[in-house]
């Protein structure tokens, strides 16, 4: 077998790892994992079923770590060591059925991708309540793929972000609110910047609004391509919700949603974001021009198309006219 990352004119097999011959054990080995591990310093396991935390974590299965809470600080102070890291990003591979945790760091630079099945739900389980803090690390640029998060039997809120947690990205995750107690938010940022929520799910009547953008800067904000359901509203920016950094604004954007709430789908108090192409759903009235579905900036919205207790399937804002 020779390796298709080398130059075409060379001839050079992998490199075995002497008496082991899986895919995983290749010298180059990252390569045939995933597209995530090909730039990764170190690619590490873990499987809170048959893990241990006092293992290496790397290596492959058997290694692997039995937390969440252990592998992010491995990887943290991993990227953090030495110049083979700080422009890398690792990887976390992790399998549960569910991990029963929560949170207080996050590892910079790292993916953490769930694998295999909880339950009748084909994505990685993480069950807790998660406010991640400066006191641990800055928690710059995670990213989350491929979990399934849940509250854990109390309820509250199931991510809380300050502004030391910049860069987090969600993404083809499932937030549900059936929790013993009914969860209250899926996320709740503030002043979390360049915030990434992308191809997720929102199932469940939330007890307040599910995805939460508090007073503060929320520059680079992206809630793309979800499905959000509601008990109040959907998506809520706070009017005291701003979008620059110093002097430049650095945009929002609300994109492809579809938002099913039983108040406002898409409630932009500040008016800042861009609101474009949703879809939005809701018991409420329509309100004037869609207000009781979708609140933003009238001048910041396009092709957003409602159904509400007294209009079926509207455009807003109504479409306007070149003359």
């Known amino acids: ?113 769930g694998l295999g099945h909880w339950d009748r739900f084909p994505l990685c389980g993480l069950i807790g309540n998660h406010v991640p803090t400066a006191a641990a690390n800055a928690g710059l640029g995670t990213r989350f793929f491929n979990f399934h998060f849940r509250a854990a039997a109390a309820g509250g809120d199931i991510w809380t972000l300050d502004s030391t947690v910049a860069g987090l990205s969600f993404i083809n995750c499932r937030f549900d609110s059936m929790s013993s107690t009914t969860a209250t938010a899926a996320i709740v940022a503030t002043a979390s910047t360049d915030l990434v929520i992308q191809g997720c799910e929102f199932p469940g009547k939330w007890s307040d609004s599910t995805i939460e953008i508090a007073a503060g800067d929320a520059f680079g904000l992206r809630i793309l391509d979800n499905y959000v359901e509601g008990a109040t509203d959907g998506i809520e920016l706070n009017s005291a919700v701003t979008d620059s950094a110093g002097v430049t604004e650095r945009y929002m954007l609300i994109k492809d949603n579809v938002v099913v709430s039983v108040d406002i789908g898409i409630n932009d108090a500040s008016g800042l974001a861009y609101v474009i192409g949703n879809r939005v759903i809701t018991e409420n009235a329509q309100g004037t021009a869609g207000a009781g579905a979708i609140v933003a900036g009238a001048k910041r919205m396009l092709d957003n198309r409602i159904s509400a207790s007294d209009v079926a399937n509207a455009v807003v804002p109504a479409e306007g006219s070149l003359a």
Do not use: H
Request: some cysteine; overall charge neutral.
């Open 1 to 113: 077998m020779t390796n298709a990352l080398a130059p075409l004119n060379s001839s050079r097999p992998f490199r075995m790892k002497a008496g082991i011959s899986r895919v995983e054990d290749l010298a180059n080995g990252v390569e045939a994992l995933s597209l995530a591990a090909v730039g990764a310093k170190t690619v590490y396991y873990c499987d809170g079923n048959a893990g241990v935390d006092t293992n290496s974590g790397v290596g492959g299965w058997e290694n692997s770590f039995k937390t969440l809470t252990v592998a992010l600080a491995a990887s943290q102070a991993d990227i953090s060591l030495n110049k083979y890291g700080w422009a890398a990003r690792n990887v976390i591979f992790c399998r549960g059925d569910a991990f029963t945790e929560n949170l207080v760091l996050l590892a910079q630079k790292t993916d953490v991708i």
